[in-house]
């Protein structure tokens, strides 16, 4: 099949077309492929948090919940810890189960390596890709240390930070940034010891209002669910503007630090024979 046929087949329904697209916009034959296809406007709900919070287990009770009401879901996991095939944890099976022979749920993991301009150029397009594939909401999965490749504030919204009850998770949030880039706040796991005092503390340190959830259970998912619709309700052209300023800023980085003249002008300023400025502005062409 060529890429025409496949975008054929996957707009009929066929999730193994949709997953070779979405191999070929991860690769080298992206722009093709988006050149076929019309953009249409979709949802995409970041969840993120630390390792273990319980974002798998939220995405899909997130899943059930939107498919209830009638939504077409896709799944991407970002450079996972626990993918979603694979070496899945025994209760991501379990809770994706209920999905797995659902034809409007697609559940991607999307690999770090290996991948022309890596992640952070491969989530806009696969985003871009499944838009004009008909799914109503995304459902974009990352862990989030820190340092991930991806700048999920910058095509999420709204960003929702999972974290859980204890003062050790809300302290590693704080220096990893995540709370800065949170719109939504949920303590998951409130089943446990602490939840509504690391609910206060939270609310404390952020003036945000916090939700708890218990993923396992799927209690508080519509509350989650509702508060995703009114901040998605809430988006304004600025706010717009400001994911589409990151995500361009993020992707033009990522061609900057692959472009072909960079090693040559490093060696040039390492010895004296250029200054750094002229080679920033050589680097960009100016
Ligand atoms: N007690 C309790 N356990 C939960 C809850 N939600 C998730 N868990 C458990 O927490 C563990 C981690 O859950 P995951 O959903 O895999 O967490 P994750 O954040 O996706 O993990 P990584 O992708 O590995 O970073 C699993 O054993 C879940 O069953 C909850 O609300 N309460
Ligand atoms: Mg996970």
Redo the contacts with the bound molecule.
């Keep these: 099949m060529n890429i025409a046929e496949l975008v054929e087949a996957a707009r009929r329904g066929s999730l193994r077309a949709t997953g070779r697209l979405l191999t070929l916009v991860e690769g080298d034959r992206r722009d093709e492929v988006l050149g076929l296809i019309e953009t249409a406007p979709v949802r995409v709900v970041g969840i993120t ?11 899909g009770v997130l899943t059930g919940g939107y498919r209830a009401r009638g939504f077409r879901v896709a799944v991407l996991a970002v450079d ?3 993918p979603y095939s694979g070496g899945a ?1 025994l ?2 099976r379990i809770r994706m189960a209920a999905h797995v022979n659902d034809p409007d749920v697609l559940i991607r993991s999307v690999a770090s390596r290996g991948h022309l301009g890596g992640l952070a150029a491969a989530v806009p397009a696969a985003i871009a890709l499944l838009g004009a594939l008909s799914y109503d909401v995304i459902l974009l ?1 990352t ?1 989030g240390v820190g340092q991930s490749e991806v700048e999920i504030a910058a095509v999420a919204d709204p960003t929702v930070v ?1 974290l859980n009850p204890g003062a050790g998770d809300a302290v590693q949030a704080a220096k990893a940034g995540l709370l800065e880039v949170a719109d939504l706040l949920v303590v ?5 010891d602490g939840a509504d005092a690391t609910v206060r503390d939270l609310r404390v340190e952020t003036g945000m209002t916090i939700l708890k ?5 799927g209690e508080g998912i519509d509350k989650l669910i509702d508060a995703i619709e009114v901040h998605q309700r809430a988006d304004t052209p600025e706010r717009r503007a400001a994911r589409a300023r990151a995500q361009i800023l993020s992707l033009a980085t990522t061609r900057l630090r692959t472009h072909p003249d960079l090693d040559a002008l490093a060696a040039a300023v390492a010895d004296g024979r250029n200054d750094p400025y002229t080679a920033a502005a050589g680097l960009l062409g100016q």
């Design positions: 948090g630390p390792p273990g919070a319980g974002k798998s287990t939220t995405v996972p810890s626990s944890l209760g991501d999965e862990v999972v998951n796991k409130a089943d446990r959830l218990i993923a396992s259970t």
